[in-house]
């Protein structure tokens, strides 16, 4: 069985593995980050997983392929104003990160049109998010921090929106806890289209989601260096 056979689906906390992350160069510099998860979802559902609501998260075949899908809102109420459909890796925690994956929005065209991404994440009321929302403005398109109030917008560099369609796109998140550097970027991945500096929490859970539209994600691949297993919720 090779490599890819033996981590299929499951996002697993692995060893040092041979190699680097490819792309640009992270912020601070950082390299050679060695690749500590990986997800594609062909064989044990959602395994490895943690939920705020299992009910809205479901695998889906598209185009031949099993893809992790949030296809209903959550049944969820967070205790401060904050994203409603979270998945996290389950016994995966980490400080600096590269993670890449491939984003689907599923919903109708609008101006909070959504997908999320989660990390540094410390319990329900603690964590930073991304936010690629199709129009930018104080709620939407932005980095966010969660700190045991209501979401804020830390984001010190963004474009004017996602520009979704209902194809798929590529997304990576990158973050160097060092200096704080945090970098989005969506389909080019030279250029990044959110940036920020923050040096709030530490290494924490990572993940996927949305504020309360839906979407799918698939090939998810992290690179980083993993930090103490996440304090209980």
Known sequence: MDLRSALACLVVVLGPV???????????GAQDWPLVGISDFESQGLEG???????AWRITEVDGRKVLEQHKRSDYQPEVRSPLNIALVED?????????LEVRSTTRDYGHRDLCLFFGHQDPSHFYYVHLGKEADPHAHSIFLVDGEPRVSIAKERTDGTPWTDD?????????????????????METPIMTTEDKTFGAGRIGVGSFDDSGQFRNIRIWGNKGGRPAAE
């Open 18 to 28: 041979t190699g680097s992350a490819d792309g640009p160069e992270r912020p601070g």
């Open 92 to 100: 995966l925690q980490v400080g600096s990160f590269k993670m890449d």
């Open 49 to 55: 997983w943690t939920f705020t609501d299992p009910g």
């Open 168 to 188: 798929w796109h590529r997304v990576r998140l990158v973050r160097d806890i060092e200096d704080g550097t945090i970098a989005v970027y969506f389909d080019d």
